[in-house]
């Protein structure tokens, strides 16, 4: 459930219109998987529905209490996905296992300096692992994405953090912003 309860992971408008942001770029995957800055947590349960049986789900937000509910929601849906609910600042060096995957939803646009925090989760990727960031496509900030990026920066961002094949797998209408799109690149070989 998300809210406290009020709504079904399964049928909330919200985990469609993430759905289509987000399985262009994971379908057929498994292994060590972040989702930093999860929030409450809509693209952990969409990761869980995706990752092969045996993968792991590191959830990472630095709220405590963001955390705990998310693993109550996500307590009945992630299967055979192992979850570890994980307080850390991702804006930090973060001691996580070699990861698979990578996804930053709607967390980036909280970054100034957004540089050198890409370069320092790239470090985390194994060889050829992926990095998935989904934001709004704007440069236009405001009080609740104060330092947006749109595809451009996510491209340009991604070949300077050394990451390989950049490119927009998808992009959905937004009723706050006009437009979300989701970037894919992958971790040198």
């Not at 992971?9 to 057929?28: F, H």
């Not at 050829?128 to 961002?157: H, K, M, S």
């Not at 300077?160 to 094949?165: F, I, S, Y």
Request: glycine share 8%; aromatic share 8%.
């Amino acid at each position: 459930m998300l809210n406290g309860g009020r709504e079904d992971w399964a049928t909330s408008r919200r985990v469609a219109k993430a759905r289509l942001l987000l399985e262009p770029a994971v379908q057929g995957v498994g292994g060590v998987w972040a989702d930093l800055g999860c929030g409450d947590g809509v693209f952990s349960y969409l990761l869980c529905t995706y990752l092969a049986p045996g993968s792991q789900l590191y959830a990472v937000d630095q709220d405590a209490g963001v955390l705990r509910q998310v693993a109550r929601n996500l307590a009945d849906h992630c299967g055979n996905v192992t979850f570890h609910a994980t307080r850390a600042d991702f804006t930090r060096p973060l001691s996580l296992p070699p990861l698979d995957g990578l996804v930053m939803a709607n967390a980036l646009h909280f970054v100034q300096q957004k540089a050198p925090v890409l370069k320092q989760l790239v470090t985390l990727l194994k060889p050829g692992a992926r990095l998935i960031l989904v934001e709004y496509n704007t440069r236009q900030g405001n009080y609740a994405v104060p330092y947006p990026l749109d595809e451009d920066d996510f491209l340009a961002l991604a070949a300077a953090a050394g990451l390989q094949d950049a490119q927009i797998v998808a992009r959905a209408p937004s009723s706050f912003l006009g437009e979300m799109f989701t970037g894919l690149a992958f971790a040198p070989e």
